[in-house]
């Protein structure tokens, strides 16, 4: 029989793995998203990563070089650890995240982009775009493929 202690632990330790592989999966898949897509539009990654850092700095991230774009990347894998955080934490009391991650994992990667889209970016020092329907369309296509469907899937596998 296990302790409370050693219980105690062991949920921890899961959660802790949850988080750390859902947010370097979820990260390292929307960033490459985002280099693809966005680079096809004509952007180029350090700017990207710099636009970012903006969130932060504002318009001196555009003046920082390899050190504002590093930062950019930090805090975009610190955003993807969060958003699996959340979803672990929720997970906790509401089972059907985990029993329906195939389902439930695409809703929520529509929830984290217009969260980040309608409440972190107007909150932050980042740039303000116009409005673009092609661009929201696929938005949330990478947020469905690259940031909800393989934070539920990486919570399902270390809720067991």
Not at 39 to 46: E, H, K, Q
Not at 118 to 126: N, T
Request: proline share 4%; charged share 10%; aromatic share 12%.
């Amino acid at each position: 029989m296990r302790s409370e202690r050693e219980t105690a632990w062991s949920a921890s330790t899961r959660a802790l793995r949850a988080i750390t592989w859902g947010g370097l999966i979820c990260g390292t898949l929307d960033i490459s998203a985002a280099f693809v897509v966005y680079g096809y539009f004509g952007a180029r990654p350090l700017p990207l990563l710099q636009g970012i850092a903006a969130g932060l700095l504002g318009k001196a991230a555009f003046q920082g070089g390899i050190a504002t774009a590093s930062l950019g990347l930090l805090l975009h894998f610190f955003i993807a650890a969060l958003a699996t955080a959340v979803y672990y934490a929720v997970s906790r009391r509401a089972q059907f995240l985990v029993e329906h991650a195939l389902i439930v994992g695409p809703i929520y990667g529509v929830a984290v982009y217009f969260f980040m889209n309608r409440v972190v970016v107007p909150l932050s020092g980042a740039r303000k775009y116009p409005f673009s329907l092609k661009m929201m369309i696929i938005g949330v296509m990478i947020h469905i493929v690259c940031v909800g469907t393989p934070i539920a899937l990486v919570v399902r596998k270390f809720s067991t």
